[in-house]
């Protein structure tokens, strides 16, 4: 095994302490799984670049690097979920509607709070599910279906909301053991961070759809064509 596969070996080896430990109440914790996600994250570029720079490129590789790249969306996705989940999209501060109690770790902006709907995680996981077949099912007619700019952005902004996400759920924990929530720096910091992590989740999401879009308008035809001839 060579090291950009030893590489993404360990970054699935992070992955189940990257879903479990923003579950655990304490602030280190959630503070070390923000940072196992950058490890991971960064990781995840370094070994390809490694593997591109150096010819080391390998079928191992090939199967495990996507692999890796699933299973962390899955472990932060989910956690994320559990922890900013609400009724509504929009928790908006309106006297006389009442809500029920949203969690301390909606991203917070000056309208209002806003959650992760279930929505927005079927969309951004589903996409993944579909691409990954759509690729399997290319490769096997040999079409290789390569990355395309909008699927690059669309990783870096979901990188961006992954981390907001899992930076905010430390900050907040440490925040309330300290008595900082009601400080007009900490209301500052949180909605730049909510900024950030809205805007970012919103753009991961088009650009998931965007991106989608694209690869079914220039390779969908090609795919049909290939199997119906096969068949």
């Known amino acids: 095994m060579n090291l950009p596969n030893a590489i ?3 970054r699935i080896a992070l992955t ?4 479990c430990l923003p579950f655990m109440t304490s602030w ?3 503070l070390i799984a923000f940072g196992l996600f950058l490890v991971a994250a960064i990781t995840d570029y370094w070994d390809g670049q490694l593997a591109r720079e150096r010819n080391l490129v390998t079928d191992l590789g090939r199967l495990l690097d996507p692999l890796a790249d699933k299973l962390l969306l899955v472990a932060t996705l989910v956690p994320m979920y559990m922890l900013q989940r609400h009724q509504h999209f929009f928790v908006w501060p309106t006297p006389g509607i009442q809500y029920s109690e949203p969690s301390v770790f909606l991203f917070q902006t000056p309208w209002a709070a806003i959650s992760l709907p279930l929505w927005v995680v079927l969309v951004v996981l ?3 599910a579909f691409m990954t077949l759509f690729r399997q099912v290319a490769a096997r007619q040999g079409l290789v279906i390569s990355a395309i700019g909008p699927a690059k952005w669309k990783t870096a902004f979901q990188s961006i909301w992954l981390g907001s996400a899992y930076f905010w759920f430390f900050a907040v924990t440490l925040a309330t053991r300290e008595g900082w929530m009601a400080s007009p720096q900490w209301h500052g910091f949180a909605l730049f961070n909510g900024f950030v992590g809205v805007g970012s989740m919103l753009g991961a999401v088009g650009l998931t759809l965007w991106s989608l879009a ?9 795919v049909v064509r290939r199997a119906a001839a096969m068949n």
């Open 16 to 19: 189940p302490l990257i879903a």
């Open 8 to 10: 993404t070996v360990g």
């Open 214 to 222: 694209l690869y079914l308008q220039r390779y969908g035809v090609q």
């Open 126 to 128: 589903g996409r993944e």
């Open 28 to 30: 280190t914790s959630r």
